[in-house]
């Protein structure tokens, strides 16, 4: 074997490296329910924040493709637009049920309704508890 083929299998097989460990990484960040339960969670967390450090009301609002926040303005809930609490699409396949029926309003002073919300993914549940002032999300216990 002469240098040049050497050099060519190993320019194959670092080509052919990379693309494994590109699509291991395309893998992992597949949608998943833990994600979206996290993700839930700091957004309440930050909307209940928001209500007690802008002296305002701010309700949870879901919908079948997803949930979202809203701000009490002249006697009506207007949608969020910022990016921190703008309406979050579910990926595909994934639903949320809440245990009360929305809109959730998170109080000013830390007296928001307490809430659980459950994220469903095939097989895969978390649930995201909110106690009025404090959103954790962790998995679901088995049925």
């Known amino acids: 074997m002469t240098l040049i083929e050497m050099l060519i299998v190993l ?3 670092g080509v052919a490296a990379g ?27 930050a909307a209940a924040d928001d209500a007690m450090l802008g002296d305002r009301l701010i309700a949870f609002t879901v919908r079948d493709d997803g949930y979202g926040f ?12 910022d990016d921190a609490l703008a309406f979050h699409t579910l990926p595909g396949g ?3 049920k809440l245990s009360v029926n929305p809109p ?19 097989d895969e549940r978390w649930i995201v ?8 999300a962790a998995p679901a216990p088995a049925a």
């Open 70 to 81: 809203a701000t009490l303005s002249n006697g009506a809930w207007v949608p969020r637009t």
């Open 11 to 13: 320019a194959i097989i």
């Open 104 to 122: 959730v309003v998170l109080g000013v002073d830390g007296s928001g309704e307490p809430l659980s919300a459950t994220i469903i993914a095939g």
């Open 94 to 96: 994934m639903l949320v």
């Open 19 to 45: 693309a494994v460990s590109l699509g291991i990484g395309a893998a992992t960040r597949a949608p998943s329910a833990e994600a979206e339960a996290h993700r839930l969670a700091t957004r309440l967390q």
């Open 129 to 136: 508890r909110y106690d009025g002032l404090t959103a954790t």
